[in-house]
């Protein structure tokens, strides 16, 4: 079992920063895939970013590209999702996941992961 706890977020004005930022319960990021994704009100969930176990690999909605960069630090058993030049449409319920071990495909679903927090809530004003 791996129990996850997000914290972080908050509201800020366009152009804003945050840093998102996912405890794990247990040493995780060596066999687990791990990200993030995003739940709006009246939108379809999104996979916003993740990591391959090990690291190898990672994934970015086109929607953050270039904005967000996703990290970890195995030390703390934490995640992060920097997040940089915020929009409104970046507004959203964010939730840290985790997955043992994940396909190509699964990668950028986060939203399937089997573990997942409670979620922190981003909030963007124009």
């Known amino acids: 079992q791996v129990q996850l706890v997000e914290s972080g977020g908050g509201s800020v004005q366009t152009g804003g920063s945050l840093r998102l930022s996912c405890a794990a319960s247990?040493?995780?990021?060596?066999?687990?895939?791990v990200g993030w994704f995003r739940q709006a009100p009246g939108k379809e969930r999104e996979g916003v970013a993740s990591?391959?176990?090990?690291?190898?690999?990672?994934y970015y909605a086109d929607s953050v590209q270039g904005r967000f960069t996703i990290s970890q630090d195995n030390a703390k058993n934490t995640l992060y999702l920097h997040m940089n030049t915020l929009k409104p449409e970046d507004t959203a319920l964010y939730y840290c996941?985790?997955?043992?071990?994940?396909?190509?495909?699964?990668?950028?679903?986060?939203?399937?992961?089997?573990?997942r927090g409670q979620g922190t809530q981003v909030t963007v004003s124009s």
């Open positions: 990591i391959s176990e090990g690291g190898g690999r990672t």
């Open positions: 247990r040493y995780t990021f060596n066999n687990y895939c």
């Open positions: 996941a985790a997955e043992y071990y994940c396909s190509a495909y699964l990668l950028p679903r986060t939203y399937e992961y089997k573990y």
